[in-house]
């Protein structure tokens, strides 16, 4: 079984990561000796991975797979985009208030989810990915499942939010399940 890192603190990540990517050995990049932190300077969510893929692959030697993934919400002008984690400068339920917050009385609440994610291989070669699914941000959060932002979107593909959905349902149509779908692929 070939084996990549993946380039994330985030165990819901980790997880969904392992889930789509079935056939591959995917090790925590605290597993595989990294405890560092990458700075996401990057102004698009591929730019983010791609800077934390190769700091992960430098210091390991392995195969390392980031994403830098993120809620974009059109009456925002894209916002909170890239800045998704840390949009109120505290954790995911402050990000979901300060969202809310900022969307009141807005009538346009179409959002979507985007997902980019590279491999960076030790020999310099590097493969990409990218996703995106589509819905709206609701009035209250609905549901007990998912992270971050999950329990205000609204997917047309599922016609629920992903926090109602089971962990399987969300995968066959997020955003991360899309790109790792393509990067499978090229795999």
């Not at 984690?85 to 995911?92: H, L, M, Q, T």
């Not at 589509?134 to 549901?143: A, K, N, S, W």
Request: hydrophobic fraction near 35%; glycine fraction near 12%.
């Amino acid at each position: 079984m070939k084996k990549l890192v993946a380039a994330t603190g985030n165990a819901h990540k980790l997880s969904e990561i392992r889930e789509i990517l079935s056939g591959w050995e995917i090790v925590s990049q605290r597993d595989a000796g990294f405890t560092g932190e990458v700075e996401e300077t990057g102004r698009t969510f591929l730019e983010n991975a791609r800077l934390k893929a190769r700091a992960v692959c430098a210091a390991t030697g392995l195969p390392s797979l980031a994403d830098d993934s993120g809620l974009c919400v059109d009456a925002l002008g894209g916002a909170p985009g890239v800045y998704s984690a840390r949009y109120s400068g505290g954790g995911d339920r402050e990000n979901r208030m300060l969202l809310l917050k900022n969307l009141q009385g807005e009538e346009d609440r179409t959002a979507h989810f985007s997902c980019g994610i590279v491999v960076a291989f030790p020999d310099g070669t590097e493969l990409t990915a990218e996703g995106e699914t589509r819905g709206r941000i609701l009035h209250e959060e609905r549901g007990e499942n998912g992270f971050g932002y999950d329990s205000l979107f609204w997917s047309d593909d599922l016609n629920k939010s992903f926090a109602e959905a089971t962990a399987e349902e969300k995968n066959l149509v997020s955003h991360r399940g899309r790109a790792l779908k393509v990067l499978q692929e090229k795999l």
